[in-house]
C-alpha cells in the first residue's frame, strides 16, 4: 500500500456531483461514484469526512431572487436539501458496508444526529465515515465556508473541492481556449487574483489554519486516494 499523506481529509461534494452535468435532483449512477471514492479512501486507512452541497436540488440565493421568498428562508431551504443528499450518500455507503453517521448544523432529529465536534471525531477515529450536512447552520455562508470550518473543526490535514472540472484555471476553459491551468497556487495568490473556485473566505480560513486545498475533478475515478498519497492532482493551494 502507498504511504499516505494526508490521513484525515474533509472532502467537499457540490450538489452538482449528485447528478449528471446539467442534470437535476440525485441520480443513482453518480452516487455510487462518490461512494466508490469515499471507500478506496476508507480502504487505505484515511479518515474521510464529506461536506455536501444541494445545487442539484436548490440554490437559495437564485431560489429567492426569483421568488417572493426571503433570502434567509431559501437558504433554509436549500440546508434541508443537503440533508437530502446526505441521507442517499449515507445510503449507499452503508449498502457497501461502510459505518457513515449523517451530522446536521441544524437539528433534524429523527433522521440523523447534530454536528458536535468531538463526536464527529470520535465517528473518524472509529472508522465511520462522517457526511456533515445544513452547511453551517446559517443564512449567507456557502458550503465552501462550511467546508473550511469543518476542516478546521475536525483537525483534516486537507480539504478537497471536487469539480466537474481538472483544477484552477486563470479563466473559464470552457470560455477561453488560452485559459492556464494552475498546478499549485499560494492562499494570498488566489485571494489577490480574484480567482472565483472557492469563496474567499474559505480560503483565509484554511490559511489562518495551515490546511491544504485541493482542487480536482469528481468525475475521474481514484482521483481522491491519489490525493491521499500527495500525487500532484489538479491545484494545489498553500503556503
Given at each position: 500500500?502507498?504511504?499516505?499523506?494526508?490521513?484525515?481529509m474533509?472532502l467537499?461534494?457540490?450538489?452538482?456531483?449528485?447528478?449528471?452535468?446539467?442534470g437535476?435532483?440525485?441520480e443513482?449512477?453518480?452516487l455510487?461514484?462518490?461512494?466508490?471514492?469515499?471507500?478506496?479512501?476508507?480502504?487505505?486507512?484515511?479518515?474521510?469526512?464529506?461536506?455536501?452541497?444541494a445545487?442539484?436540488?436548490?440554490?437559495?440565493?437564485?431560489?429567492?431572487?426569483?421568488?417572493n421568498?426571503?433570502?434567509?428562508?431559501?437558504?433554509?431551504?436549500g440546508?434541508?436539501?443537503?440533508?437530502?443528499?446526505?441521507?442517499?450518500?449515507?445510503?449507499?455507503?452503508?449498502?457497501?458496508?461502510?459505518?457513515?453517521?449523517?451530522?446536521?448544523?441544524?437539528?433534524?432529529?429523527?433522521?440523523?444526529?447534530?454536528?458536535?465536534?468531538?463526536?464527529?471525531?470520535?465517528?473518524?477515529?472509529?472508522?465511520?465515515?462522517?457526511?456533515?450536512?445544513a452547511?453551517?447552520?446559517?443564512?449567507?455562508?456557502?458550503?465552501?465556508?462550511?467546508?473550511a470550518?469543518?476542516?478546521?473543526?475536525?483537525?483534516?490535514?486537507?480539504?478537497?473541492?471536487?469539480?466537474?472540472?481538472?483544477?484552477?484555471?486563470?479563466?473559464?476553459?470552457?470560455k477561453?481556449?488560452?485559459?492556464?491551468?494552475?498546478?499549485?497556487?499560494?492562499?494570498?495568490?488566489?485571494?489577490?487574483l480574484?480567482?472565483?473556485?472557492?469563496?474567499?473566505?474559505?480560503?483565509?480560513?484554511?490559511?489562518?489554519?495551515?490546511i491544504?486545498?485541493?482542487?480536482?475533478?469528481?468525475?475521474?475515478?481514484?482521483?481522491?486516494?491519489?490525493?491521499?498519497?500527495?500525487?500532484?492532482?489538479?491545484?494545489?493551494?498553500?503556503?
Amino acid at each position: 500500500m502507498a504511504e499516505l499523506k494526508y490521513k484525515r481529509m474533509l472532502l467537499k461534494v457540490s450538489g452538482e456531483g449528485f447528478c449528471k452535468v446539467g442534470g437535476f435532483g440525485v441520480e443513482g449512477e453518480a452516487l455510487a461514484g462518490i461512494a466508490a471514492q469515499i471507500n478506496q479512501l476508507r480502504d487505505m486507512g484515511v479518515q474521510p469526512a464529506v461536506v455536501v452541497g444541494a445545487g442539484n436540488l436548490i440554490r437559495g440565493a437564485v431560489l429567492s431572487s426569483q421568488a417572493n421568498i426571503h433570502r434567509v428562508t431559501a437558504d433554509q431551504m436549500g440546508m434541508l436539501a443537503t440533508v437530502i443528499n446526505a441521507l442517499a450518500l449515507q445510503d449507499v455507503l452503508e449498502s457497501s458496508g461502510t459505518p457513515t453517521r449523517v451530522m446536521s448544523a441544524i437539528e433534524v432529529s429523527a433522521v440523523c444526529e447534530p454536528f458536535i465536534r468531538r463526536r464527529a471525531i470520535k465517528h473518524l477515529e472509529n472508522g465511520k465515515v462522517v457526511v456533515l450536512a445544513a452547511g453551517t447552520g446559517n443564512p449567507f455562508f456557502t458550503t465552501d465556508t462550511c467546508a473550511a470550518l469543518r476542516a478546521s473543526e475536525i483537525q483534516a490535514e486537507v480539504l478537497i473541492k471536487a469539480t466537474k472540472v481538472d483544477g484552477v484555471y486563470s479563466a473559464d476553459p470552457m470560455k477561453d481556449a488560452l485559459a492556464k491551468l494552475y498546478d499549485r497556487l499560494s492562499y494570498s495568490e488566489v485571494l489577490d487574483l480574484g480567482l472565483e473556485i472557492m469563496d474567499h473566505s474559505a480560503v483565509s480560513l484554511c490559511k489562518d489554519n495551515g490546511i491544504d486545498i485541493i482542487v480536482c475533478s469528481l468525475l475521474e475515478s481514484g482521483t481522491m486516494a491519489r490525493v491521499a498519497c500527495g500525487e500532484k492532482i489538479g491545484t494545489l493551494i498553500t503556503s
